[in-house]
Nanobody, 113 residues
Framework: QVQLVESGGGLVQPGESLRLSCKAS????????WGWCRQAPGNQRELVARLSSTISYGDSVKGRFTISRDNAKNTVYLQMNSLKPEDSAVYYCNGESLTTTSWGQGTQVTVSS
């Protein structure tokens, strides 16, 4: 079993940056892919970034967001630059194994002037 805890969300103005963190614990060795998704009110959950043997991003964040991982700290990051109001959502970290996907509790990001 894998436990994921996100942090780093908050209220920022358009154009500013935030870095989200996802601290993992438990059976991390089972995880072959890490990712971030987001969900705004009334919308479906959407992929933001995924890191495995390759890295992929949602079209709306390409060039602005960067996913990375620090193996020594068991932490996955999402660096978000040039934030826009439409980036406002609850951001969830996830870890994929062969049998299941583990999710964190989410962290709120609000971009507003």
């Amino acid at each position: 079993q894998v436990q994921l805890v996100e942090s780093g969300g908050g209220l920022v103005q358009p154009g500013e940056s935030l870095r989200l963190s996802c601290k993992a614990s438990g059976s991390i060795f089972r995880i072959y892919a890490w990712g971030w998704c987001r969900q705004a009110p009334g919308n479906q959950r959407e992929l933001v970034a995924r890191l495995s043997s390759t890295i992929s991003y949602g079209d709306s964040v390409k060039g602005r967001f960067t996913i990375s991982r620090d193996n020594a700290k068991n932490t996955v990051y999402l660096q978000m630059n040039s934030l826009k109001p439409e980036d406002s959502a609850v951001y969830y970290c996830n870890g994929e194994s062969l049998t299941t996907t583990s999710w964190g509790q989410g962290t709120q990001v609000t971009v507003s002037s």
